[in-house]
């Protein structure tokens, strides 16, 4: 399952392993083969994330 989780973050993580919170609040460490990707929709998204990401849209 994949969290929204801002691309900068996502970015940050891949490059120095730092964990990125996605916006559930879910704590977790992005990897460079896909997981954890906001941009990669195929997959399942988590939810509680997608509600939230809704929310942030005008
Ligand atoms: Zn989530």
Redesign the pocket.
Known sequence: MN??VPKSAILAGVVSGEAAR???G?IFVPSSHGGGSAADVAASV?P??ESVYDGLLP
């Open positions: 969290h929204w996605a916006l559930c879910q988590c509680l994330c």
